[in-house]
């Protein structure tokens, strides 16, 4: 069982940055790959940015390459997500999941990040 928590949303301008990070419980993080996803209202839950377990290989959505970064620290059970030149259309509850042979199993309990412009 791995439980996710997630910090650091909040409200920012347009432009700004917001730094999101994940906690995650157990002592098996390293097995598990690694997202961030995020559903604005009305709209589906997407992915947002993948990696893997060694922190080696990174995927993100094509509306967020270049403005976003998404780490992982092994030693500290800790998923960041950077999020840079922040937009309007950012705004979401922004996720944190942990998959395992493919599947996404495990999911937080979600972080408001709202983008003023």
């Known amino acids: 069982q791995v439980q996710l928590v997630e910090s650091g949303g909040g409200l920012v301008q347009t432009g700004g940055s917001l730094r999101l990070s994940c906690a995650a419980s157990?002592?098996?993080?390293?097995?598990?790959?690694m997202g961030w996803f995020r559903q604005a209202p009305g709209l589906e839950r997407e992915s947002v940015a993948g990696i893997t377990t060694d922190g080696s290989t990174t995927s993100y959505t094509d509306s967020v390459k270049g403005r976003f970064t998404i780490v992982r620290d092994n030693t500290k059970n800790t998923v960041i997500l950077q999020m840079n030149s922040l937009k309007p259309e950012d705004t979401a509850v922004y996720y944190c999941?942990?998959?395992?042979?493919?599947?996404?199993?495990?999911w937080g309990q979600g972080t408001q990040v709202t983008v003023s412009s």
């Open positions: 999941a942990a998959a395992i042979r493919g599947k996404w199993t495990y």
């Open positions: 157990g002592r098996t993080f390293s097995n598990y790959y």
